[in-house]
């Protein structure tokens, strides 16, 4: 691979990662649609040149209505397509509750299998911004309740390449929550060259780091501040084992098992807020499953059960932090 071929695949962002996903996929399948706010300006910045390479017809620009777009991509669907729906924010979702949950996730169980919804919706989760109660939400948990959905939450730029592929040709609805806080940090994964066909399968697991006394399980941003803590605790001499699910629905169970049966304890570490979380399934099944080898209590690491405050000062105070990650491991200890 040549020096600029190198440079290229390394500075993979997140936006271009999604660019490029649905730019493959629609070439690759012209079934393969666009749907959403302002996707022709590529106001946001995930549709750049769509417009120009795929034209109007795959193109779609739509109103500012969650229930209809969730509705029409459902529709879209079961006549044959596979829509690809930017919702931008995700605490839009909420918008469009019971199409996602009486429509997209049953329509395919009810009619007995005699149609397919292979939609992908994305949606970007803006907290940590000042951006107050109406943006800041990290709602995937609440989609994990409901049967029929696939959830993925990719970390790193290649992650989010390669898992939106794979969602864009599952024919399940697949929601992508894609952790805003993230788009500027490069660096971890592999470099991917442009003309690779980058697929990370839906459900499996990543180890960030490898270790032998603890094992914390980080989601989106989580991970990230999980590896800064493994790297503090391991001048104290605790070896810090670092998984990031990746996937949610379905979740890589045997790897995280695997992992704490081999540690002893565990950490979770989830953005969102801690009543019915992610990290609350992923405790309870630890503590199910792993109940002997553990060596102390499961801790959580999570976002207080508030509505995000638009000060700055304050709103920095509910996220998981580096700080929140470690004390939680010595409490294991």
Not at 67 to 78: F, K, L, P, R
Not at 229 to 235: I, Q, S
Not at 270 to 294: G, M, Q, W
Request: overall charge neutral; some cysteine.
């Amino acid at each position: 691979m040549s020096a600029p071929t190198k440079r290229r695949a390394a500075q993979l962002g997140f936006l271009q990662a999604i660019n490029r996903a649905q730019s493959e996929e629609m070439t690759r399948d012209p079934n393969v649609i666009l749907m959403g706010q302002d996707l022709r300006a590529n106001v946001f910045g995930a549709a750049a040149g769509a417009l120009e390479a795929f034209g109007p017809s795959r193109v779609r620009d739509l109103p500012l209505a969650e229930a209809g777009s969730i509705g029409v991509a459902a529709g879209a669907a079961m006549a044959g397509l596979r829509p690809i729906i930017d919702l931008t924010v995700a605490s839009f979702v909420f918008g469009a509750m019971d199409q996602f949950v009486s429509q997209l996730a049953k329509a395919r169980y009810m009619f007995g299998g005699q149609a397919t919804l292979p939609v992908v919706v994305r949606a970007a989760l803006y907290y940590h911004g000042g951006t107050a109660g109406h943006h800041a939400d990290r709602p995937y948990p609440m989609f994990m309740n409901v049967p029929g959905l696939k959830i993925i939450l990719p970390s790193t730029a290649p992650d989010l390449l390669g898992l939106l592929k794979s969602a864009i040709r599952d024919d399940n609805p697949v929601l992508c929550f894609e952790d805003a806080n993230l788009w500027g940090r490069k660096g971890r994964g592999p470099a991917v060259p442009p003309d690779t066909d980058h697929v990370v399968p839906l459900g499996k697991a990543a180890v960030r780091r490898p270790g032998t006394d603890v094992t914390i399980v980080g989601i989106g941003l989580g991970s990230w501040l999980a590896l800064e803590a493994a790297a503090e605790l391991e001048a104290e001499g605790i070896s810090a084992e670092v998984i990031d699910p990746r996937t949610l629905v379905p979740m890589d169970w045997p790897a995280i098992l695997e992992s704490v049966s081999r540690t002893g304890r565990c950490v979770v570490v989830d953005p969102a807020n801690r009543t019915c979380s992610a990290a609350s399934e992923i405790s309870a099944r630890v503590v199910e499953d792993c109940f002997s080898d553990l060596r102390g209590p499961v801790v959580r690491v999570t976002t207080d059960d508030t509505h995000v405050p638009f000060s700055p000062v304050l709103e920095k105070q509910i996220y998981p932090t580096q700080a929140k990650i470690v004390a939680a491991v010595r409490r294991t200890f």
